[in-house]
C-alpha cells in the first residue's frame, strides 16, 4: 500500500495538463484552474521531491501566460501615467484555464496579487535547487513584466488570498510580493528590485502591525493563518521577531484546534472548517522553531484526514466557526474539494523538512 507521500506526488503529476498548469482540484468544478499562487507552492513540492521537469512544466506555463498577457501591464502603466481609472479586467488575472487563458466565467473578482509574487519566489526556489541559472534568461521577459506590474500596483487594495476583502491592503499578499522580489533578486542584483521590496517590507512594519502584533490587513486588528507567510517562507521577519512571535499566540490560541487550522474567525466557506495546508503551515513553523514533536503531531493529523484513497481536502468540516453555512456552501457547489492539489504539496513539504530534520520521533 502506497503512503501518503507516494500518494501525494501521484496525485500532483497525474493532475497536472498536458500545458504545464496543475488544477486546483480535479473533482472540484469551482476549482478547474490553475492559480498562479496554489501552482507555486504545488511546484515547489515537486522540487523538493525531486520532480523537476514538472516543477519547471510549470514555470514555463506561467512564463507564457505573462506574456500572452503583457499588453495589460504596458495599459495599466499607461493608465496609471494619464490618471485614468484602472478597470477590473485590467489586471492581470489571479487564476487562468489549464490551456492558459483569462477565466471569465466564474463571477470571482480576479484582481489579486500574492500570485504574482508567489510565482517569483518560487521559480528562484526552482533556480537554487536544481541550479539551472540560465532560467532567469529564458524568463527575463516574463519575470520583468511582473515586477513592473508589482511596482505600480502593490499599494492598491486587491483580493486577498482567500479570494475576499477587494477594498483591503492584505499583509500576508504583501509579505508574498517581499518575498518574490527578494528571492528573485538574489540572480538579478538589481538595485531597484531591492528598493522596491524594502519599500514593502517598511510598509508592512509601519502599517500592519497593530499591539505589538501583525495584522489580517492595513486597519485590522484581527490575526489570519496566513500571516505565518511573513516568516515561512517569505522571510519578511525572521521567525524568532518578537511581532512575528506574537503572532503565532494568536493564531495558535484563536485559530488552531487539535491540530487543524483555520483561516481566520470569521470564515463562513463551508461553515469557517479547518484547512489542511494553513495546518501543515503550523507544523512548518514548528520545525523552524524546533518543535519536533509538535511539528509531527501536525503530520499525524494531516495524515488523519486522507480517505481510504489517500485524498486530502481542502479543509475539514470539524470544530466549525459557523455550521450553517455548511449545507449552505454544499448546496451551492457541492462536498469540500478533495483533492485539493495544494494541500497534498503542503504535506509534502512538511514531511520534507521533518525528514531534512533528521526527526524520528516514537509512536
Not at 519547471?56 to 481609472?85: A, L, Q
Request: aromatic share 16%; proline share 2%; charged share 25%.
Amino acid at each position: 500500500m502506497e503512503n501518503l507521500v507516494e500518494k501525494s506526488i501521484k496525485i500532483i503529476k497525474n493532475n497536472q495538463s498536458e500545458y504545464g498548469s496543475f488544477v486546483a482540484s480535479p473533482s472540484f468544478p469551482t476549482y478547474h484552474f490553475s492559480w498562479l499562487r496554489d501552482g507555486s507552492f504545488i511546484a515547489y513540492s515537486m522540487d523538493l521531491m525531486g520532480q523537476y521537469a514538472e516543477a519547471e512544466k510549470f514555470y514555463r506555463w506561467v512564463n507564457e501566460v505573462i506574456i500572452r498577457y503583457s499588453y495589460k501591464v504596458d495599459k495599466i502603466i499607461e493608465k496609471i501615467k494619464n490618471g485614468n481609472k484602472l478597470e477590473p479586467n485590467d489586471f492581470l488575472y489571479a487564476r487562468y484555464t489549464l490551456e492558459g487563458y483569462e477565466e471569465k466565467d466564474s463571477g470571482w473578482g480576479n484582481f489579486q496579487l500574492d500570485g504574482y509574487g508567489t510565482w517569483l519566489w518560487g521559480l528562484s526556489e526552482h533556480i537554487k535547487i536544481t541550479g539551472k541559472t540560465e532560467l532567469i534568461n529564458d524568463f527575463f521577459k516574463s519575470i520583468d513584466i511582473t515586477i513592473k506590474y508589482i511596482d505600480n500596483l502593490w499599494y492598491y487594495p486587491n483580493f486577498d488570498v482567500w479570494e475576499e476583502n477587494s477594498d483591503k491592503i492584505h499583509t500576508s499578499t504583501l509579505a508574498c510580493l517581499y518575498g518574490g522580489l527578494n528571492s528573485i533578486n538574489k540572480y538579478l542584483n538589481d538595485d531597484k528590485v531591492k528598493e522596491l521590496a524594502n519599500k514593502i517590507k517598511t510598509y508592512i512594519l509601519t502599517n500592519c502591525v497593530v499591539e505589538n502584533s501583525f495584522v489580517k490587513y492595513v486597519g485590522s486588528n484581527s490575526v489570519d493563518s496566513s500571516l505565518i507567510w511573513l516568516a515561512i517562507p517569505f522571510e519578511v521577519v525572521d521567525v524568532n521577531d518578537e511581532i512575528f512571535l506574537n503572532t503565532i499566540k494568536r493564531i495558535e490560541k484563536e485559530l488552531l484546534h487539535n491540530g487543524g487550522m483555520h483561516r481566520y474567525r470569521k470564515d463562513t466557506y463551508y461553515g469557517g472548517g479547518q484547512w489542511i495546508l494553513l495546518s501543515a503551515w503550523m507544523g512548518l513553523y514548528y520545525c523552524k522553531s524546533g518543535d519536533y514533536k509538535k511539528a509531527e503531531e501536525v503530520k499525524k493529523w494531516i495524515e488523519e484526514q486522507a480517505d481510504e484513497n489517500g485524498y486530502l481536502p481542502e479543509q475539514v468540516p470539524y470544530h466549525l466557526n459557523n455550521e450553517v453555512y455548511y449545507p449552505y456552501w454544499v448546496n451551492k457547489w457541492g462536498n469540500i474539494a478533495k483533492p485539493l492539489l495544494w494541500s497534498h504539496a503542503m504535506y509534502l513539504v512538511l514531511d520534507y523538512e521533518l525528514k531534512k530534520a533528521g526527526v524520528q520521533l516514537e509512536d
